[in-house]
């Protein structure tokens, strides 16, 4: 567990890693990225590199966190990856109701599995879902997740590889955007993500715009960080109202 530099949230912590590709957004996976130079390194836990794996031995740290933080769940996994068990994402879940003054970002690309891990329980009121929207081929995710019972129903559509359309956002009440990053980076056009702010803006959804990437604002390929955040010249950091949320 620890601080990261993802700009929508506090802290991560991940009680499972690994992982495995399901749609063209995971094509560039900078997690995947991430664990074969961890096992470079010999970081313990990341002995098979990117094969999913649960660690019990981290499922209490967030009980030794006083301080209210925002946590993004499995960075470096998906919860509901297919070869995780119900019984320890019981587990996972009850450090999470023994924790309120934190909140727990959960973002995921198997909505079915989501849906039926949810079809008799109850999503704490600190957690935060979401779903990976990341081109017009997924939006049926958002219909999944708009089902669920919680708090925060969130999307992120990164990375934007492709217009998404018109988006109902009945029910959501946050939209992540961003643009991918790395060598083999897939460009993100400008229309997209400002079609996306548009409708946030008129549906009453708050919008926050991540980044470009490797690819600019004006279909240049450079440094994520020369590329930068703004969006039609505007810095979009909004985040949900959690006293309005339903």
């Not at 590709?21 to 990341?46: D, F, I, P, S, W």
């Not at 879940?93 to 970002?105: A, G, L, M, N, S």
């Not at 009453?204 to 020369?226: H, L, N, P």
Request: glycine share 6%; aromatic share 12%; net charge neutral.
């Amino acid at each position: 567990m620890k601080t990261t530099k993802i700009e929508w949230t506090e802290a991560t912590w991940n009680p499972s890693i690994g992982c495995s590709k399901v749609t063209a957004g995971c094509k560039n996976c900078y997690a995947e990225v991430m664990a074969r130079r961890l096992q470079a390194m010999g970081v313990v836990g990341y002995e098979n590199g990117f094969e999913f794996k649960i660690l019990p031995d981290r499922l209490n740290q967030p009980l030794f966190v006083k301080k209210p933080t925002k946590f993004f769940v499995n960075s470096m996994s998906d919860l509901f990856h297919e070869k995780m068990p119900f019984e320890y994402l019981d587990l996972i879940f009850e450090t999470i109701r023994k924790t309120p003054q934190h909140h727990y970002q959960i973002l995921t690309k198997r909505e079915e599995i989501l849906q039926e891990y949810f079809e008799n329980r109850i999503a704490p009121p600190n957690v935060w879902l979401g779903v990976t929207v990341e081109h017009e081929n997924t939006k049926y995710r958002i219909d999944v997740l708009r089902k669920i019972d919680a708090k925060i129903r969130f999307l992120s559509i990164e990375p934007l590889i492709g217009n998404v359309g018109k988006l109902d956002l009945f029910g959501i009440h946050w939209v992540i955007v961003g643009g991918e990053s790395g060598m083999s980076a897939r460009p993100m056009e400008a229309q997209w993500a400002i079609e996306i702010q548009k409708q946030c803006t008129e549906q009453e959804v708050a919008f926050f715009f991540k980044q470009w990437g490797t690819w600019g604002e004006d279909g240049i390929k450079r440094s994520k960080k020369e590329n930068g955040s703004m969006l039609m010249g505007k810095k979009w950091k909004e985040e949900p109202v959690m006293e309005t949320a339903c």
